[in-house]
């Protein structure tokens, strides 16, 4: 594990104790409830809902790295080549009520703008949904737990330029127990964070578990 920081803007310390139990519903607040609960995780359907969220069995190449980014900048798309994962940006925050924004859509990534800008050597937290409609209807983090070190993810900038990071650690934690201090704190590298739900699903509780991805800029 990485060397951690904590320090963060006093507002965002104090916002800490909050998200633990924002995540336990944000993610999943901006989808309808469930058509039925599910008690273990969905296996993966031959045919998802969310295209975007499926990787494609084709061999051939389906992403062009772009020109290196120069300086940091607020991220618009996410790129993971192993996944086929494409996805639009959402920059979010926290919301009225102290809770970390969940995307407004199944095949978008939210962006924390309390947390780094990429390429400015920290940590830029991203989150997604990981089932979006209903329980089992694939979003765009429906396959992260996919992800082992080594695996890219590419942030990309509204000018068409990236930044290439490499997944170094996964983690799944029970949502009682998530270090969101760590998660969330500001670190001496250049780093990227991706989060989304993991677990057993209960009906008004949402998922019980929560996995994230630490990769290095490469």
């Not at 809770?99 to 940590?123: C, I």
């Not at 209807?137 to 590419?154: S, Y």
């Not at 000018?159 to 949502?175: A, G, H, M, N, S």
């Amino acid at each position: 594990m990485p060397a951690w920081t904590t320090r963060r803007p006093v507002w965002v310390a104090a916002a800490v104790a909050a998200l633990v139990a924002g995540l336990a519903v944000g993610l999943l607040a901006a989808r309808p409830q469930p058509a039925h609960p599910a008690a273990h995780r969905p296996s993966i359907p031959a045919v998802a809902a969310t295209p975007a969220a499926v990787p494609s069995q084709a061999p051939d190449a389906w992403w062009t790295p772009l020109p290196p980014a120069t300086a940091p900048f607020v991220p618009s798309q996410l790129v993971i080549d192993k996944l086929h994962v494409q996805a639009p940006i959402e920059v979010k925050g926290i919301d009225a009520h102290n809770v970390m924004e969940a995307p407004d859509r199944g095949s978008d990534v939210a962006w924390y703008r309390f947390t780094a800008k990429p390429g400015s050597g920290s940590n830029a937290v991203f989150a997604g949904h990981r089932d979006f409609g209903q329980v089992g209807n694939p979003a765009i983090f429906w396959h992260l737990d996919q992800l082992v070190p080594g695996d890219l993810v590419e942030i990309v900038s509204e000018q068409r330029t990236e930044i290439r990071y490499r997944v170094t650690e996964t983690w799944d934690y029970q949502l009682s127990d998530i270090p969101m201090a760590k998660v969330l704190a500001t670190d001496r590298s250049d780093e990227v964070t991706l989060i989304t739900c993991s677990g057993s699903y209960a009906r008004g509780l949402g998922y019980d578990s929560r996995l994230v991805v630490r990769a290095l800029r490469v």
